[in-house]
């Protein structure tokens, strides 16, 4: 049964007619990017927003985090928080698997129905998404895709939540959630945009020690809304991870270059099937380890990757410079060797040849292979020699 309903500019996503903001577009004719990205302002920096009305100080905020996370320091028991996931896939089990081992309630909505998984769980599964924000959930936490995102946000009737709700999402691009939170939410509704920075592979020993980055958007000061933002974070803080406060932009910057980048490499793996061999190294089971996370994931959170963070599309073009470099270096040596070789074993007149010509030099592949190597010279055969020769010989 489908949960959300969507609206009108829900189908430009898959139109691919929008042209690429200049951020993103191609600058080399070589880069196959699709003319199309979905609603360009909202991967612009420069939007702006509805007005904010407080926001957390770093430090004020770490302490009402830790209150949370160690009531009893404070001799109460904290209440539990109603936390209405939006999206039930993947990540959003995984989400909910943690919010309830601390003792928050768990309310889930999603396209697909996972009433059963929910009832097992413990959850309580709306396949509306009206009916779940009819519950007035504190805390409504976006786990859908990237690229649905947009449509499910715009879906939700707001008007049915608490004045004081908060959103937060887990979207693994930071700055354009927040610009759509901010253009989409009452200005009452409370912002904290965070990146668990592992998934239901790398986390599923427990979190500890692993990243989670959040950036409190909006959150008004010396309010409810503030108590449960600090209660929600603490959940990870909890679990161990190891808070990082950041921009939402500098999530981006920092993101491109390091996950953008490492799943490009894990998608470029698996294209080439890589087998575990009974002489793997270190290195090479890291790269089949990879290889496995990376295809776990959606091929649709991959694009969203690249699709909605700004910076990807550098990066994508630093890479394939990288790789470019790497075959130069090594084509070009082999060329000069090569070179070298061949007329090393040109026979000059009075001199004998330093080498036996019949025989392809070691280090060669064979000639038959070698003729896809379209980049560097072919090794002269035996029966071509006597006329090179009589032409160097003249
Ligand atoms: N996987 C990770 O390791 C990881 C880590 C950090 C953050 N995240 C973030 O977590 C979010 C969810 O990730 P995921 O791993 O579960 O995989 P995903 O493929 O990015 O998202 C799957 C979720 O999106 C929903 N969805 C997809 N297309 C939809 C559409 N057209 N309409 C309505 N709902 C749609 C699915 O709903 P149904 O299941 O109902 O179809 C499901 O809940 C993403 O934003 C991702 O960036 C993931």
Redesign the pocket.
């Known amino acids: 049964m489908a ?2 309903q ?1 609206c009108p500019c829900a189908q430009q996503v898959h139109q691919p007619k929008l042209l690429l903001p200049p951020s993103l577009a191609p600058t080399r004719a070589s880069t196959k990017i699709p003319m199309f990205t979905p609603h360009n302002n909202l991967l612009s920096a420069k939007f702006s927003g509805k007005p904010i009305p407080a926001k957390f100080n770093g430090s004020h905020l770490k302490s009402q985090i830790r209150a949370c996370a160690n009531p009893d320091s404070k001799g109460s028991k904290e209440e539990g928080l109603r936390i209405g996931i939006v ?8 989400m909910a698997k943690a919010l309830i081992r601390q003792g928050h309630s768990v309310l889930a909505t ?5 009433s059963q998984y929910c009832e097992k769980h413990g959850i309580e599964y709306y396949s509306k998404m009206e009916e779940m924000c009819e519950q007035q959930p504190d805390v409504v936490l ?8 947009e ?2 946000l715009r879906s939700i009737p707001v008007h049915k939540l608490k004045p004081d709700t908060i959103f937060a ?5 930071k700055q354009f959630p927040k610009n759509l939170f901010l253009e989409i939410l009452p200005p009452e509704f409370g912002i904290i945009c965070t ?9 599923k020993n427990g979190w500890s020690g692993l990243p989670f980055v959040y950036d409190n958007v909006r959150i008004a000061q010396g309010t409810e809304q503030e108590k449960s933002c600090a209660k929600f974070l603490s959940i990870f803080e909890n679990e161990g991870c190891r808070m990082v406060e950041m921009s939402c932009e500098e999530h981006d910057r920092h993101a491109a270059g390091s996950q953008f980048i490492t799943h490009t490499i894990g998608r470029i793996l698996s294209h080439l099937d890589l087998e575990s061999t009974p002489i793997n190294t270190r290195g090479y089971e890291t790269l089949l380890q990879l290889t496995e996370n990376t295809v ?6 991959y694009y ?2 690249f699709m909605y963070n700004v910076n990807a599309t550098e990066q994508i073009e630093n890479l394939d410079r990288a790789f470019e470099t790497v075959k130069q270096k090594l084509f070009g040596r082999l060329h000069d060797i090569l070179r070298k070789q061949i007329i090393e074993r040109v026979p000059h007149q009075g001199v004998p040849s330093i080498r036996d010509t019949t025989k392809t030099p070691y280090f060669l592949p064979k000639r038959e292979e070698m003729r896809d190597l379209s980049s560097f010279a072919m090794p002269p055969q035996k029966e071509e020699l006597p006329q090179k020769t009589e032409v160097l010989g003249r």
């Open positions: 949960a959300f969507f999206g039930f896939g993947n990540f959003g089990q995984f999603s396209r697909s129905d996972y976006v786990c859908t895709s990237i690229l649905s995102a449509n499910i999402d887990v979207l693994s691009v990146h668990p920075m592992f998934g239901p592979e790398s986390g776990s994931d959606s091929f649709d959170l969203g990757l």
